[in-house]
């Protein structure tokens, strides 16, 4: 017969375990990755890329394991709004987003906005007026330049991911998309459309910096200042640029 000090003894030894338990799947950070090569390729058995490169070398760095949630784009910003996911990279700022995310002040890389046509179609698009009479296609929720981003009477056609907007283009579906550089070209080359997207004759000349950013209704907010710094010592030291190197 067990006595009522054993049993006492025994659900103290449960909770201590349960709480244990809960405190070490709590220390792991959720780290949202979406499909933006080179950035993230996470359409193959191992999910690669540079963000996920890095967030691996940030993980190391903290001390404390990241959870890779493989998502859309729009979708990963939705779970960053509710708290389901505590980290996010590869997203530039403006101040929609900063009310439910804390970014790094130092951003990790940049890219550069670019517009790409049909070949032998560069001179549809000379021109930011050009896009007023042309369908351009973009990736819903990203942020490219202003006024791009808020001009309502550009003609805008969007979609969940940027792998969707050359085959767009190349049925006629869209006149032009605008991308960055270097995941543009990049998915370019890889799709098989080299010989039949170019560049538009228009260059915004607009580069973007891209960030990490945490939840603000993530339990480890209070951590975006560390990876700030280890953001900065990765530049510092070289590992960024070797990172980067790795997917030229």
């Known amino acids: 017969m067990v006595s009522l000090k054993q049993h006492l003894l025994h659900l103290s030894l449960l909770g201590y375990l349960f709480s244990s338990t809960y405190a070490l799947a709590a220390d792991k950070i959720h780290y949202g990755i979406s499909h933006w090569p080179p950035y993230g390729l996470t359409e193959q058995k191992q999910i690669a890329g540079i963000n996920y490169d890095v967030g691996l070398e940030i993980s190391n760095r903290l001390g404390i394991e990241f959870i890779i949630r493989d998502c859309p784009f729009k979708r990963c910003l939705v779970e960053m709004e ?70 309502s009477k550009v003609p805008k056609v969007d979609v969940d991911k ?75 030291d070289g590992t960024m640029r070797k990172i980067h190197e790795k997917y030229q």
Do not use: C, W
Not at 101 to 118: C, D, G, I
């Open 82 to 151: 509710h708290g389901e996911l505590d980290l996010m990279s590869g997203i530039a700022r403006n101040p929609e987003r900063e009310k439910y995310m804390a970014y790094a002040e130092t951003p990790y890389s940049a890219v550069a906005v670019v517009f790409y046509v049909r070949k032998g179609e560069t001179a549809r698009l000379k021109s930011y007026d050009d896009l007023y009479k042309l369908r351009v296609g973009y990736v819903s929720k990203s942020h490219y330049f202003e006024p791009f981003n808020s001009d």
């Open 162 to 236: 940027e792998q969707r907007l050359l085959p767009m283009l190349h049925s006629g579906r869209i006149d032009t998309y605008v991308g960055t550089d270097p995941n543009a070209s990049y998915e370019i080359l890889t799709m098989g459309y080299k010989e039949k997207l170019e560049k538009a004759l228009f260059n915004p000349k607009k580069e973007v910096p891209v960030y990490f950013a945490t939840s603000r209704r993530s339990r480890h907010v209070a951590l975006t200042s560390r990876i700030s710094e280890i953001i900065f010592d990765m530049h510092e």
